[in-house]
């Protein structure tokens, strides 16, 4: 075997992994950044354990044909960013469109993404990007669970509050 196809596999076998422990993708169209464009966008990606890189399309759909993912091979042409988000699902959608939405961009477009196994429309990532994190469901929901115990210790504390007056 040829050293450029153990490259080429082992490339591939990278983007597998990327994909498997990615909450989401998201991918991007963006020619036509500037280099202090995309120098800012990276670098709010690492400060938001999101990994943003360039690939080439041909093992990007190597890798999504090794995980049985269907669905984005219309996308896979042109020059491609890739989004990788970590620990949360809306984190890579949220960087991008709001990088978009803060620098008016039209040269950054998103095309779709990749949600666990399913592909997901242009639509559905914009979507996703609107959603609350994670961490602040989890708040809320805790929020909605402290909110009856806390009026009820209120209410007794009034009570005995008159009881001693």
């Known amino acids: 075997m040829s050293k450029n196809r153990e490259i080429k596999e082992q490339v591939v076998a990278d983007i597998?992994?990327?994909?498997?422990s990615a909450e989401s993708v998201v991918?991007?169209?963006?020619?036509g950044l500037t280099v202090e464009q995309v120098t800012a966008l990276r670098?709010?990606?690492?400060?938001?354990?999101?990994?943003?890189?360039?690939?080439?399309n041909r093992l990007v759909l190597r890798a999504l044909q090794a995980l049985n993912i269907t669905g984005l091979d219309d996308l896979l042409n042109g020059?491609?960013?890739?989004?990788?988000?970590?620990?949360?699902?809306?984190?890579?959608?949220?960087?991008?469109?709001?990088?978009?939405e803060k620098n008016k961009l039209t040269s950054l477009?998103?095309?779709?993404?990749?949600?666990?196994?399913e592909a997901m429309s242009v639509a559905a990532v914009k979507e996703l990007a609107t959603m609350?994190?994670?961490?602040?469901?989890?708040?809320?929901m805790v929020g909605c669970l402290v909110s009856p115990v806390s009026a009820l210790v209120s209410v007794l504390d009034e009570i005995a509050e008159k009881k001693a007056a």
């Open 109 to 117: 477009e998103i095309k779709g993404g990749l949600m666990g196994t």
């Open 16 to 20: 597998v992994e990327k994909i498997k």
């Open 43 to 56: 670098k709010e990606c690492r400060e938001n354990d999101v990994h943003y890189c360039v690939l080439k």
């Open 79 to 100: 020059p491609n960013a890739f989004v990788f988000g970590g620990r949360d699902v809306t984190n890579a959608p949220k960087i991008v469109n709001t990088f978009i």
């Open 27 to 31: 991918i991007c169209s963006y020619s």
């Open 132 to 140: 609350p994190s994670r961490e602040e469901l989890l708040a809320t």
